[in-house]
Nanobody, 123 residues
Framework: QVQLVESGGGLVQPGGSLRLSCAAS????????IGWFRQAPGKEREGVSC????????VYATSVKGRFTISRDNAKNTLTLQMGSLKPEDTAVYYC????????????????WGQGTRVTVSS
């Protein structure tokens, strides 16, 4: 059974850091493009970052560029999002996602999604 499970969310003060992880099971991440999306209360889901399967190319939303870093560990079948200099507007539920097609991940049309982990940035 294909499954993505996120962890690492929580409450953090503005300017702080968090590390989100996504563990994949039931399939091998090597052949999949993977990414992170988020959905804030009352807002639509938006892309945060994604990474290709072929050459490790990455894409970041303008709002997080320079503050967040996406990485993948194919040996451990995990995806990570290192978040720094967090702002209140980063508050959202963060979802990891995977698909064989890079184009689908980039637009949020992936086949596989995790259940989400909540990140709250507040003093």
């Amino acid at each position: 059974q294909v499954q993505l499970v996120e962890s690492g969310g929580g409450l953090v003060q503005p300017g702080g850091s968090l590390r989100l992880s996504c563990a994949a099971s039931g399939f091998t991440l090597d052949d999949y493009a993977i990414g992170w999306f988020r959905q804030a209360p009352g807002k639509e889901r938006e892309g945060v970052s994604c990474i290709s399967s072929r050459d490790g190319s990455t894409v970041y939303a303008t709002s997080v560029k320079g503050r967040f870093t996406i990485s993948r560990d194919n040996a451990k079948n995990t995806l990570t999002l290192q978040m720094g200099s967090l702002k209140p507007e980063d508050t959202a539920v963060y979802y990891c996602t995977a698909d064989r097609l890079w184009s689908k991940v980039r637009v949020g049309k992936s086949d596989y999604w995790g259940q989400g982990t909540r990140v709250t940035v507040s003093s």
